[in-house]
């Protein structure tokens, strides 16, 4: 069971989150909501997909510091048979053996001589660096790789069975970071993450074969996510651990929302200007009792930046927000770094790219965003959460067909014809033969559910993206509103990037083609709809709404690796010994 960490508690975004969802919600009709999740879910297995695997084996040796090399592998044999070091996980532990098994079970870290120093700093270098992706020192078996270690180096002939277990450890220890770096230290299912992208295992064994040589050190940093939001949350984490260890930052007092040119005690102003300018937003320094223009623009900022209302007033909403501490923000970022490593290495040349608390996708070519626009996601309630999973976008239906699912159907739709006969007229809707069931449908058209267009990547959750005649919605900050399916700001643009035709043939398609009409892409496009509440925008951070109450179990796992303790520093320390 997780408890919490002793510094980052956890924090109930989901207090004002709630109240600008039921806000929102109060202007939302059964038609913001066009599908429903169904189907089992079967996770979705992406390859790791690296980018340059280099070759290697490990040197041919008829002895190790004159113990016969027979000898030293029928130890690593017998020392892989008796079972995991502490410290070292069953996962790690399959992969070592794993690792061994695929090198003919002989030393990976000796020379003739001893210990291949450069390799093996390598390997401590970076598990030394690894703090700063926030992964957990105290995952490791350090201690008694540096026992053993010490062990080897300082004996003229030690035996075979001590060279076998610094091997063991030194490769437990690069097994564990490989698979912590290439697919997380946590798993998702262990904290409620509602995740279904899976790596393939087979690739994570076939990675560390390949990591392993000259270029060690290249090849651990290539396991890390090559994306440059990911390398702006690891400054992030630094920058936020150093505000932590200052002593967060100050918490502004509640009291009267306050509009630009209204006064407050000095107190509570003076508070609000030190806590934005802890956290890096610019501010006057003058000291007065004034919520001036300079104020309220840095909370507008401040606002953008924390998923909220975008007024520059200050009211109950945005000081709870304020006053989420430092260490939990800390904890965020720590958690989304995670996040970033549950994903494939590659996500592919041409893809989109969904973040569910961001209410944003991005469209992106060659590595490089070529379209952004804001969506509309699952709601957070009745199981209408859009879950995370990845598939490929194959076809554009234009001028589509809603058909209401029959949970829809019963619970919203034929409540409201009983009580009006004549609603399925007036919203352009009809019964239709369905296998043998009586279903409701909506036809094409300018009321229709989905708009003009929708985009199908087929998977176990019935989930596409759509068009939509609520185009108000968009003007809100939080958008949960749908039934899970995703609303797109910009669906006449995606048809034409996804298609590769022109503005002028993808409105024909929309407004005046036939009803609908199925275009399968030439190439399909692969679709991650992600959950990430501490993101990168224009190189910027900024933390969403964590809408399905994911983040609390995430923070807890990862608070160890976000705020290093005394075991993860004695750690350190031992790692400094080993690589000497």
């Known amino acids: 069971m997780l408890t919490a960490h002793p510094i980052i508690r956890p924090f109930r975004a989901s207090v004002f989150t709630r109240r600008l969802v039921s806000a929102a919600l109060a202007v939302a009709t059964v038609f913001i909501a066009a599908c429903a999740k169904e189907g089992s879910a079967r996770p979705k297995r992406l390859s790791l997909r690296f980018r340059h695997p280099a070759v290697w084996a490990p040197a041919t040796l008829t002895q190790v510091q004159g113990v016969p090399i027979a000898m030293v592998k029928a130890a690593i044999v017998q020392r892989l048979a008796a079972g995991p070091p502490e410290r070292v996980s069953p996962n790690a532990w399959r992969h070592t053996k794993a690792l061994y098994k695929s090198l003919g079970e002989t030393p990976l870290w000796f020379t003739s001589d001893g210990l291949a120093s450069d390799r093996v700093r390598s390997l401590t270098d970076a598990v030394l660096s690894s703090s700063d992706d926030a992964l957990r020192l105290d995952a490791y078996p350090i201690a008694e790789l540096s026992n053993a270690v010490v062990a080897v180096k300082n004996v003229t002939s030690p035996s075979a069975a001590g060279l076998a277990e610094a ?5 437990a220890m690069f097994a564990a970071l490989g698979v912590d770096l290439l697919v997380g230290q946590v798993s998702p299912r262990a904290v409620g993450q509602s995740w279904h ?7 994570v064994d076939s990675a560390l074969v390949h990591t392993l040589g000259d270029t060690l050190s290249r090849g651990i940093e290539e396991m890390r996510p090559a994306e440059a939001d990911y390398v702006i949350l690891k400054n992030e984490l630094r920058r936020y651990r150093d505000i932590v260890a200052a002593g967060d930052w100050p918490r502004v007092p509640s009291g009267r929302a306050l509009r630009t040119g209204q006064w407050d005690t000095r107190g509570r102003i003076q508070s609000l200007r030190a806590r934005l300018a802890a956290e890096g937003y610019a501010v006057d320094s003058i000291p007065h009792d004034l919520y001036d223009r300079s104020l309220a623009d840095a909370v507008e900022l401040f606002q953008e930046r924390h998923g909220l209302i975008v007024n520059g007033l200050l009211d109950a909403e945005t000081v709870a927000s304020l006053n989420v501490s430092a260490a939990y923000r800390l904890g965020q970022i720590a958690a989304n770094l995670e996040r970033f490593r549950w994903l494939p290495r590659t996500l592919g040349e041409r893809y989109i790219y969904v973040n569910v608390p961001a209410f ?3 469209a992106y070519d060659s590595g490089a965003p ?5 969506v509309i996601v699952g709601q957070e309630y009745e199981d209408k959460a859009t879950p995370v999973f990845s598939d490929n976008m194959e076809m554009v239906v234009f001028r589509p067909y809603w058909n209401v699912t029959p949970a829809i159907q019963a619970k919203e739709i034929e409540p409201k014809l009983a009580a009006d006969p004549g609603y399925l007229s007036r919203e352009n809707m009809e019964y239709y033969n369905d296998g043998g069931q009586r279903r409701i449908r909506q036809r094409p058209g300018g009321k229709n559910a989905l708009g003009f ?14 068009d939509t005649p609520n185009h108000e919605l968009f003007k809100k900050e939080v958008r949960a509103f749908s039934h899970g399916c995703i609303r797109l700001e910009k669906p006449a643009e995606l048809a034409e990037w996804v298609l590769g035709w022109d503005a002028v043939r993808v409105h ?10 199925t275009v399968r892409l030439r190439r399909r496009i692969p679709v991650y709809i992600l959950y990430g509440t501490a993101f990168v925008r224009d190189s910027t951070l900024h933390f969403g709404n964590d809408l399905y109450h994911r983040d609390e179990r995430l923070i807890q796992a990862t608070a160890p690796g976000a705020l290093p303790g005394v075991t993860a520093r004695d750690a350190l320390e031992q790692l400094k010994r080993i690589a000497r």
């Open 197 to 203: 992208i899976d790596p393939n295992d087979d690739d």
């Open 370 to 374: 070529a379209l952004e626009m804001k």
């Open 360 to 362: 944003r996708l991005t």
């Open 167 to 171: 091997d063991v450890l030194l490769s």
């Open 508 to 517: 024909d398609a929309m407004m005046n083609g036939g009803d609908n009409r």
């Open 453 to 466: 267009v929708k985009f199908l990547f087929p998977n176990d959750f019935n989930i596409y993206m759509h």
